[in-house]
């Protein structure tokens, strides 16, 4: 079992920055990739940004150049700096961790709102 905290979504206007957390906790020594997805209204879930043990990244072409991803294997905290907020990137942002095993657990999500 792994249990995910998020935390730092809120309201922000366009052009601004904010930063997710997402603490992991329980059988964390078997994780392989720690990553982030979102949920728009209306919209399936999609990816945003992925990150290995190793450290090797994955962005969302709507991701590149704006959001970075970032892991503290320490802490086992994942983190996603989101830069240049558009309204679009308005929705509800989930930590994903996925197993060697290839279990996936998600965390409870964090509402990110942009405004314009």
């Known amino acids: 079992q792994v249990q995910l905290v998020e935390s730092g979504g809120g309201l922000v206007q366009a052009g601004g920055s904010l930063r997710l957390s997402c603490a992991a906790s329980?059988?964390?020594?078997?994780?392989?990739?720690m990553g982030w997805f979102r949920q728009a209204p209306g919209k399936e879930r999609e990816l945003v940004s992925t990150?290995?043990?190793?450290?090797?990244?994955n962005y969302a072409d709507s991701a590149k150049g704006r959001f970075t991803i970032s892991r503290d294997n320490a802490r086992n905290t994942v983190y996603l700096q989101m830069n240049s907020l558009k309204p679009e990137d308005t929705a509800v942002y989930y930590c994903?961790?996925?197993?060697?095993?290839?279990?996936?657990?998600w965390g409870q999500g964090t509402q990110v709102t942009v405004s314009s």
């Open positions: 994903r961790v996925l197993l060697m095993s290839s279990y996936i657990y």
């Open positions: 990150i290995t043990s190793g450290g090797v990244t």
């Open positions: 329980g059988n964390i020594f078997s994780i392989r990739t």
